[in-house]
Every structure is written in structure tokens, then in C-alpha cells.
């Protein structure tokens, strides 16, 4: 029997939130204590312009299959798809369930996520966490957070791990650096930590974006540096690192590669992946799963 790791030990998890982050972590993918998630709820929150360069992916059994044949570690999707079609993948792969989400036809000035899901819900499809997305610096954090106090204490009372997509959101936020900038990212790692996230996505800081942020953050920060104080933000929380936007791979994996460098414990990879064609898709997961082995320590 493989023993619990040291870090997981140290997290202060529960009996169920342990059993199920170490089910992630070391029952699939890699095996070896790093991740690599798969995720799909982007015909929710973008619509269904991300599946035109590879109208395949718009079929959630594509993506599933996908997810198994590329080793994730999990993938992520919202309640519907997950009732209906996870169902014959269950044990194939692990689910996150996604419990709230939005359109991005209103504007992100005062952006807000509703819940439509529960971590009941996630019990009951058999899932190995849940996600929500917290919208650091919003003006309507107040409903935000109302929202993530209860998804929290039912994911405490369930032992459902919680992951965070601590997105940087509104007027504010743009008008001091934008969502990507190290400010930005740097303080929403910190707020997921301080409210009670298991693990937490981010993007990856943007050191350059500098207009109007605090003074401590305009000083001359290397692309690594700014990712190496967001997983130190992140304190005892686990840190997922986006592929956001797609870019040229070179750029993409050097930003993986400083991500498990900074301390992250995996990365979280969807349009780069399934917006290419199926043997491209499964070649470029090859070479993100390298940069996790290279990385494999324990925790």
C-alpha cells in the first residue's frame, strides 16, 4: 500500500479530501505526485467559437476519450455533460465538477459566476473534487464570496477537495494591470489560500503590466520571479497553472516548464490541447507530460 505523501499530510485535509487528492495525484496520470487536468467548460463560458478550429471537440465523448488516451490526471466539465456522459468513463478518468460558470456575452465589469451545481451533486456523479471560480476584485464579491462560503463548508463536510479558479474579474482590476498582471494574479493566489482553497488556478503573472498597480510591483521582476512569489502566495494551497490563450508552443511550454520550476503542482491545459487535431493534440500532451516527469518529487 502506497503510503500518504509527506505534503499531503501537512495540508490539514480531512479524511476525505486526502483519500481523493491522492487518488488524483498518484492514482492516475503520471503517478508520481504532479497533474495535468483537462478542461471543458469552455462552450459555457466562451461559447461555441473555441470548437471551430477543430469542430470534433465540440462532442464531449471526443474530449472524454481524449482525456483518457492522454493520461490527464482529470477533467473538468459542468454538470450537464457530466450526468449524461460521464457515466461511461467513471474509474476511466477522474471528474472534476465545475459548480458554477458564466456566459461572456455580459460585460466583466461586474462579473459575478452563479452556482448550478452542488458538492452533493459531485458525490453523487462519482467525482474527485470540485471546482469554483472566484472572481478576485469584483464589485460584486460580496454575493461572491456569500456563494464560495457555501460551497466551502459543504466541501468540508463532504471531503470533497476544492479548487479554486481565482480569476482576477472587474473595473477595478482592469484599471490596475489587468487579470493577467503579476499584481493581479500574485494577490488572487493569496486570497484562494486565505479562504480555504484546497488547490488554486491561476494564469500565469505578467510582470510587465504595470500601469497603476502598488509600487512594490513595478519594480524589474523576471517572468520567473513573478511566478515563484504566486506559489509562494499560494502558501499550503496546491497550485494549478492555466495554459490560457493559445501561443506558439514554445512559448506554452516554457511557461509550463517555469510553472513546475515556480513549485506548482501541475498544470491545467484545455483549448492548447483539444483545439488541435486528435495525433497533434496527443503529441503536445506527450511533451507537457515530460516536463511533469522532470519535475516528479515527492509531497
Known sequence: ???????LRELGLNAGKRARLHRLLFGHGLGNGTALFLPYDQGLEHGPRDFFANPAASDPSYILKLAVEGGFNGIVTQIGFAEKLFWDFAGEVPLILKLNGKTDIPSDARALSPVHATVEDAVRLGADAVGYTLYVGTPEQVTDFEQYRTVRADAQRLGMPLIVWAYPRGEAIEAKGGRDSFYAVDYAARVASELGADVVKVNFPHPDKIADVPEVYRASFSAQAAIDAVVRSANNTLVLVS???????????EKATRSMDAGATGLIFGRNVWQ????????????LRKILAQHARAR
Open 1 to 7: 500500500m502506497t503510503s500518504t505523501p509527506h505534503a
Open 276 to 287: 488541435r487535431p486528435h495525433e497533434e493534440s496527443l503529441r503536445f500532451v506527450d511533451q
Open 243 to 253: 495554459g490560457g490563450s493559445r501561443q506558439g508552443d514554445e512559448a506554452m511550454l
